[in-house]
């Protein structure tokens, strides 16, 4: 006989179950009460909000309720009742309590009481089941499924990109490499080298940066298209914003141009951020409570002016100013922390590279609402991107959010065969490797653009966690493949 | 100025705009026609359909005529009439055409006649842009939007499980391994051994082959949760049905029992499967002519007698026959193939391995239906599957679809910490490595179960593509990752 005859805690305070039997099923957060009563607090990962689950020892015996401790998993089946307290309107007074698993409270890691992020993140096979990251999970689901909700509505095709491949040709950082040779004895070439035609795939490959490139294929095909996939870094930073193993998207779109693409990025990004302020209603503010909390133990001068849910209403309130790296320089150079010397870099010619101070001065200070930089020097941006006609710029954008910086980095790409095999010959990268990007230059070429989003960084954004570690169910860091 | 001012195919052969002036943007297909007029089959990847552009070489110069070719891009601006010929019911008047990017026909790869599958293949940055291939990944695109819309509806939170992964507990294949030590040279421990201490992680890693076991986690929490994401197969298989990157679905349920698990499986396979037919029509129409066609030419014992379509009305019309394990053993001992022989493996007793045959047999033969078989011998399945009362069978599930055989394999997860652990001892899995899996047997267990889709078999069901290669855009298997 099927086992799942429950009320989903969600649906249960949604609906008035007044007067009716039902049959929850769940974790234990806390037990409380007294000789005469006992109130349990159960969750069932459907929403942040705990049930109370009323047990009477006349009916619920002494022996059931001993082993209702935290972190228990219980079934409880009785009448639903208007609640008494506050915080809830109805509560189950329980008929019958029966105890799926016992959770040994001098064991149990997650006991009632404040613990540390390190220690939840030491325990992150457990941490879903404590309100912060219960709640940042539903809202990265909720961040997700508005992505595909957004393209599908849109008449994008979701297209899965390569995750080996023998191609780093964008050269955005370490890779991994993925092998089945034998590290202690691997085959040799004549000359000593380490021979990749042994190997699993005859050549030697590599875990993917970034699916633009073969994403672009498939857009000069399907016209529109996103990926929304893992990629990955070998890059031994130990920061809280950078992950091994982490998620883009990234749509391209044939008969763009940078203009088209700014207006799709900024739409998208107020779509997905609104979805989830509507569908994560009692999540974010919980994790709006959280991050005001975490703001007010900071020093002062380390402190955010908006709260997690200002910043959101922020960007999704605002028009994004839309100005030229050029521009941006020139407001910088003239600005107050720039000329009192208040920024560790201080910008004083064209060509800089902006760094976060910059980014979140322009969006904090100066505009007071998101930017997208466009057209920034082609020297410090990847030989995709359109080349612009002043021979010096490419048109590129970044979009910077409020105390995040850059969030979203994107180009039109360059479709002109001759201006991109001069570049890449530049630049040092192989047009025989990348024979296939070219193909789609020679043959049926047309303007297209495309962008990447980091979607743990909209995630961090979106619940306000300091740590990207905490926005991920199990982080890959250097040093860390735990579970 | 933005460009992208155009009509998309699918939504112009939708709507009626007769008498209106618009643009479409897209690739020649074919060009025909004679002096006095050119008809160019035009598509953009929104629909199987092409749009016919009738171009007047007095309006139209012979200039631009001469460089629309098969594969150029084209711009085409015009008066949309009612269509002449049969097929469509409009087409373009063109009062301009813009070349946006040539396709020189004595190189373009894609020219219009019948192209191999291998050499399809191996153009893969182009093959997106055939009829089949098109529709393949339109259909593709519908199915893994159908997954996020069947879970999200249901509740169900979408986790991101780990790529990289330091356990391979399952045991359930060869895995590739993920590195940054030098090859060459890799770091030794005082007795001989490759020092992965010294590795990225500290430790050996690889690619992961399930999400499962951390789904498992997320569900202990979060109740309901799915993965859907790319798992990995180091096998030197080079068949139709292997591919040694390809995506999982897997979803994993708290307060779930076997039969609360083979009814989810068998709503949500004939969801996704209706979903693709309701809004892939022309495509699946396409698909099934395809098949049809594929399917006379082979040897007349090796034909299916269901075409494309017959076959995905035949999962969506018919509840699923479920049987044990031991029934169907029973079935296949006493079928006709099995007494004459004809079966390449006889099944002569209980504990055999059924073989894609077996399968067939009972779903295509006796049944005429799809078959969920249950309950089977433990020595056959994995260490986490639930132990049944009679000591030798499991909790298993396998659902078995016409022409394909297995399809998804669950089962309803051990629950109980001493039988899991016993089992684990008896198959020589070490307790220690999974500790973060037995917590959750430790703490808070209860009754929960899954089971996993491979996502390239049901896009290969449901477009009746014969080589699983053919349904992945970039396809990695032994001695390939090219693109």
């Known amino acids: 006989m099927a086992f799942n005859k429950r009320s989903k805690i969600k649906l249960l305070l949604e609906s008035s179950k007044i007067g009716k039997n039902t049959t929850i099923m769940g974790w234990v957060r806390t037990k409380r009460g007294n000789k005469n009563v006992s109130f349990i607090a159960v969750n069932d990962g459907s929403t942040i909000q705990n049930y109370q689950v009323v ?50 409270a001098d064991k149990y890691p997650l006991q009632p009481k404040k613990h540390s992020m390190e220690f939840l993140r030491e325990n992150a096979h457990l941490r879903m089941r404590t309100n912060t990251f219960g709640a940042v999970f539903r809202v990265r689901h909720a961040l997700a499924f ?26 955005a950082g370490e890779t991994f490499r993925v092998s089945t040779l034998d590290m202690k004895n691997p085959p040799l070439t004549e000359d000593g080298a380490v021979d990749y035609t042994k190997d699993f795939f005859e050549r030697e490959t590599n875990l993917t940066v970034s699916g633009q490139l073969e994403g672009e294929l498939a857009a000069m095909a399907l016209a529109e298209i996103y990926t929304f996939g893992p990629t990955f870094r070998a890059e031994n930073s130990n920061t809280t914003r950078h992950l091994a193993e982490f998620w ?73 100013e839309r100005i030229s790296y050029t521009e941006a320089i020139e407001i910088l150079k003239n600005s107050k922390p720039n000329k009192k010397k208040k920024f560790s870099y201080i910008i004083d010619e064209w060509g800089a590279d902006l760094q976060s101070e910059h ?125």
């Open 55 to 104: 047990a009477d020892p006349n009916v619920i015996s002494e022996e059931v309720l001993k082993r209702i401790t935290t972190g228990a998993c219980i079934k409880a089946t009785g009448e639903v009742v208007a609640s008494q307290g506050a915080g809830q309107d109805s509560e189950l007074i329980a008929q019958k309590i029966e105890v799926l698993g016992e959770a040994d």
């Open 146 to 171: 508005a992505v595909h909700q957004y393209f599908n509505d849109k008449g994008f095709f979701y297209i899965h990109t390569p995750i080996i491949t023998a191609s780093d040709a964008e050269g």
């Open 248 to 320: 883009m998207i990234e749509p391209e779109m044939a008969f763009y141009d940078a203009e088209d693409n700014q207006d799709l990025a900024e739409d998208f990004l107020k779509y997905i951020i609104s979805y989830a302020m509507e569908h994560c209603k009692a999540d974010l503010e919980f994790l709006d409570k959280r991050a005001a909390e975490e703001n007010a133990k900071k020093p002062t001068n380390e402190r955010t002016e908006l709260g997690l849910l200002d910043r959101l209403r922020f960007v999704v309130d605002h028009d994004f």
């Open 359 to 483: 980014e979140r001065f322009l969006v904090e200070k100066h505009f007071k609402k998101p930017v997208i930089l466009t057209d920034y020097p082609k020297d410090i941006k990847a030989f995709y991107m359109k080349q612009n006609d002043d021979g010096k710029t490419v048109a590129a954008m970044d979009i910077l959010f409020p105390g995040i910086g850059e969030i979203v980095g994107g180009s039109q790409r360059e479709e002109n065969m001759e201006k991109l095999t001069t570049r890449m010959d530049e630049m040092g990268i192989s047009q025989e490797e990348l024979y296939w990007y070219l193909d789609t230059r020679r043959f049926g070429a047309t303007p297209h653009s495309g962008f990447g989003l980091g979607f743990e960084r909209m995630v961090q954004f979106v619940t306000g966690m300091g740590n990207i570690r905490d926005v991920i169910a199990f982080p890959r860091t250097p040093g860390n493949a735990e579970f």
